[in-house]
């Protein structure tokens, strides 16, 4: 059974930093892409970032490019999002999914629909 945890969200100040994790298992990690998809209440999920199964290659909205970082370590089934200078707009439950492919280009790195298994998220709240 597919199985995605995450950790690290929390309360930030504009200006501040979180790293965000997820440790998956009941696959084969490293054979696959993954995702940092978050949703806002009342709005549908976006994708965040992205990135494919060897890490060689990563993937992000304009919004947080400079800013995020995505990476994964396969020898320990996680995948990581570091986020600095964070600001108000990224407040939302952030998930991360499991893609299909190993190598999926961006426009498949956006389809939220071509993920076949999610975690529970964790909120990130950026105020003041």
């Known amino acids: 059974q597919k199985q995605l945890v995450e950790s690290g969200g929390g309360l930030a100040q504009p200006g501040g930093s979180l790293r965000l994790s997820c440790v998956a298992s009941?696959?084969?990690?490293?054979?696959?892409?993954m995702s940092w998809v978050r949703q806002v209440p009342g709005k549908e999920r976006e994708w965040v970032s992205g990135l494919v199964s060897t890490g060689a290659e990563t993937y992000y909205i304009d919004s947080v490019k400079g800013r995020f970082t995505i990476s994964r370590d396969n020898a320990l089934n996680t995948v990581y999002l570091q986020m600095n200078d964070l600001k108000p707009e990224d407040t939302g439950r952030y998930y991360c999914?499991?893609?299909?492919?190993?190598?999926?280009?961006?426009?498949?790195?956006?389809?939220?629909?071509?993920?076949?298994?999610w975690g529970q998220g964790t909120q990130v709240t950026v105020s003041s």
């Open positions: 009941g696959f084969t990690f490293g054979h696959y892409a």
């Open positions: 999914a499991k893609s299909v492919f190993p190598f999926p280009g961006v426009e498949l790195f956006r389809r939220v629909r071509e993920y076949d298994a």
